[in-house]
């Protein structure tokens, strides 16, 4: 059985159609996708259409995917302030329906994939937003699962792909499709076979048109876009190095 692990797309449709080209050369059986498929990036109706036209197993709901009709809040650091703005230019954007789609995903999502107890999470079985780093110490890790039986775990959210593995688990991070935060500023996602037990990853990398992303963002007069070029360029995690505020 072949899956396709899909992640944080968070609106950047250029990515995420040249990934959605390879994942079908790739030929799975089934789509898993991680969330946090809006927000941030320009075009969040494209990436949630494309979504739903991969017809995916599942979608569990990622934190960006969270924020929608809840009520109003008030910034109290310069991240929070551009996920204010993005929500805004996300809000004007989605119907109240893919809003509401999104908010009634699971937070969580565990099934048997040939024999494999699998674990599904945006960012652990605790929260949407918990952190874990590819450099997590094997005790961190060994929080990323609710099951004892469970052999494969896998997560989004860091946009930092990495495989581990820790206690007779595989722990599979996907990376980001439209935000990349690990150096390597190409489109991420996660190939994974399983075949008599044993399982196979492949963490694939695709090149897409950063140009045209940021053209594109630039075109919707969308907001913070000196952030988005700073994070699709580079790769890095934008908000730190934008302003000295504090991050929440
Ligand atoms: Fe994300």
């Known amino acids: 059985m072949r899956i396709a692990v899909i992640s944080d797309m968070h609106g950047n449709a250029t990515a995420f159609e040249t990934v959605v080209r390879d994942l079908h050369e790739q030929s799975p059986d089934i789509i898993v996708c991680l969330g946090d498929i809006v927000m941030r990036g320009p075009q969040p109706v494209e990436c949630l259409e494309m979504v739903k036209a991969l017809n995916p197993f599942t979608v569990v709901r990622g934190n960006y995917d969270d924020k929608f009709l809840k009520p109003a809040w008030t910034p109290k650091s310069y991240k929070q302030e551009i996920q204010l703005r993005a929500l805004e230019y ?60 469970t052999k494969l775990v896998l997560f989004g959210h860091i946009h930092h792909a990495f495989v581990r593995q820790c206690r007779g688990r595989l722990i599979v991070n996907c ?74």
């Open 90 to 149: 996300d809000c004007d954007r989605l119907s109240l329906e893919n809003q509401k789609w999104l908010t009634q995903l699971p937070a969580e999502f565990s099934c048997e994939y040939e024999g494999v107890p699998t674990e599904l999470y945006h960012a652990s079985p605790k929260s949407l937003y918990e952190i874990t780093y590819p450099w997590a110490s094997l005790d961190e890790l060994d929080q990323l699962h609710k099951y004892d039986q």
């Open 175 to 248: 990376g980001s499709i439209g935000m990349s935060f690990d150096g390597d500023n190409r489109a991420s996602y996660a190939i994974v076979d399983i075949a008599k037990r044993d399982i196979a990853i492949q963490l694939r990398r695709v090149e897409y048109d950063i140009d045209l992303a940021i053209q594109i963002a630039r075109n919707q007069r969308m907001p913070d876009l000196d952030s988005f070029e700073y994070a699709l360029r580079t790769a890095r995690y934008p908000y730190d190095a934008a302003k000295e505020l504090p991050v929440t």
